[in-house]
């Protein structure tokens, strides 16, 4: 069975760019979650996403937004790049919507805004 | 914010030793994870232990939780070099839709 698998691996963007992260879950994991990990931290808890519908929002401004699609599969959009921009970005999804059961996480995409 | 926090910040051991982190927590909580990062990427989940859940196996990890204390242990016996990551401890919140997250101990397994 294939993992969770997130594109692109790596990206660059320029300061005031828009950039969408993409996300495949696990076959049959209808939750998908978002985090952003900058360097030396732990991940930050961005949105989820349960049976197409937004389940929670973290402390991020509205630049930040996402969907899933019927398929499950989740994009990440963040628009007006600032620096601070610059992580790792983490995708997880899980069988069911809450925190009870093991989240499997992709290898992630590492977005550098220059 | 953050909800846990892991001591030490990094831990630097000789293969063979035993390896222990301590994560801390504010608020209750329905469940503490422990999670192994390598070089940056993806997150590996390695035991999931339940608020009423004192103690908890898997191999050579075992994961102890004290909800008196706010406190979760992670005990990795006979190290070896490939346990050389990063270690998170998270955990979720009554809205049950998010986890969160400690800054995590840096482990190094020296050969």
């Known amino acids: 069975d294939a993992g969770v698998t997130q594109s692109p691996t790596h990206l660059i963007k320029t300061r005031g760019q828009q950039v969408t992260l993409r996300c495949s879950p696990i076959?049959?994991?209808?939750?998908v979650s978002w985090y952003q990990q900058v360097l030396g931290q732990g991940p930050q808890f961005i949105f989820q996403?349960?049976?197409?519908?937004?389940?929670g929002r973290g402390n991020f401004p509205d630049r930040f937004s996402a969907r899933q699609f019927p398929n499950y599969s989740s994009e990440l959009n963040v628009n007006a790049l600032l620096l601070g921009d610059s992580a790792l970005y983490l995708c997880?999804?899980?069988?069911?919507?809450?925190?009870?059961?093991?989240?499997?996480f992709g290898q992630g995409t590492r977005l550098t805004v220059v | 914010s953050q909800q846990g926090e892991e001591d030490p910040q990094a831990l630097s051991i000789q293969e063979g030793e035993n390896a222990t982190m301590n994560c801390s927590y504010k608020t209750s909580i329905n469940n503490l994870q422990w999670y192994r990062q390598n070089s940056g990427r993806g997150l590996v989940h390695l035991i999931l232990?339940?608020?009423n859940e004192r103690e908890k196996h898997s191999g050579r990890l075992r994961v102890t939780l004290d909800t008196s204390k706010k406190s979760s242990s992670l005990l990795i016996t006979a190290s070896r070099a490939a346990d050389t990551a990063s270690y998170f401890c998270a955990t979720d919140l009554d809205s049950n839709y998010q986890l969160i997250w400690g800054a995590g101990t840096k482990l190094i397994i020296k050969p």
């Open positions: 076959s049959g994991h209808k939750s």
């Open positions: 232990i339940r608020s």
């Open positions: 997880a999804s899980s069988l069911l919507w809450d925190m009870n059961t093991e989240a499997f």
């Open positions: 996403y349960y049976e197409k519908e937004e389940r």
